[in-house]
């Protein structure tokens, strides 16, 4: 069976001092690092290997993938990682064209639709600050619940209706061919994953934690079921 490797990244600068991040591109804090560094180490010791990787547009993320795929080379399978740009894009000049090895390559994609969830006015703000300013429950209401926007910002259910379907395009396929696939994204986007995986209500989805740095595994047959999840605590 194929196995779905789903991280979120290391905490970062900005949840180290408690402030809602969503779309500023904040790089991981010390503890980050090494939080993704002890995380490619339990991949290692646990003998998973990553064939394909996606992540955010995100530093945080994308800095916690290549951590993951490096830091504990054997998680690569003997394959070098490598940031893909697809030759589609606008900007895209050619500069990265190359003729290699593809079978001892590891592409690293990146997709603006595994982005945390835009938090709008709230980004840069200190979370205690705005539960004192517009009371716990409101804030509360703007962080976890499903279909509730902060002001200017998505709600999960708005995240849920760019990452599922890109997870269902892009990352699907790649698992009911036998690939072992790492996603390595952020609270919001991979709860919106999850909802979906575990079949959660609107409700059980949003009290659901997801702890940084933390591989969480699934096995998934040819026919994209997901059985088997563990997580390495």
């Not at 996606?54 to 003997?78: D, K, Q, Y």
Request: with cysteine.
């Amino acid at each position: 069976m194929a196995k779905l490797i789903l991280i979120r990244h290391g905490q970062s600068l900005w949840n180290a001092v408690n402030k809602f991040t969503g779309w500023v591109d904040i790089p991981m804090s010390e503890r980050g690092r090494a939080e993704a560094t002890i995380a490619s180490c339990k991949l290692r010791d646990a003998g998973y290997t990553v064939d394909i990787c996606f992540t955010s547009m995100l530093i945080r993320a994308i800095e916690t993938a290549i951590v993951c795929l490096t830091e504990c080379g054997e998680v690569c399978g003997g394959r070098l990682p490598y940031i893909w740009h697809d030759p589609a894009e606008p900007d895209w000049h050619g500069w990265d064209r190359h003729f290699g090895e593809p079978d001892k390559e590891l592409k690293i994609i990146r997709s603006p639709a595994l982005d945390e969830r835009y938090y709008g006015d709230l980004q840069g703000l200190n979370k205690a600050e705005m539960s004192l300013k517009f009371g716990s429950q409101q804030v509360h209401l703007w962080r976890r619940s499903f279909n509730v926007r902060p002001p200017g910002g998505e709600s999960l259910e708005d995240t849920v209706k760019r990452t599922v379907p890109f997870f269902e395009a892009a990352i699907l396929p790649e698992l009911k061919a036998g690939k072992n696939v790492m996603v390595a994204a952020h609270g919001n986007s991979l709860r919106s994953i999850l909802m979906v995986l575990d079949r959660l209500s609107e409700e059980a989805v949003a009290s659901l934690e997801l702890a940084t740095g933390v591989p969480i595994i699934y096995d998934v047959d040819a026919e994209g079921t997901f059985t088997n999840k563990a997580v390495l605590i």
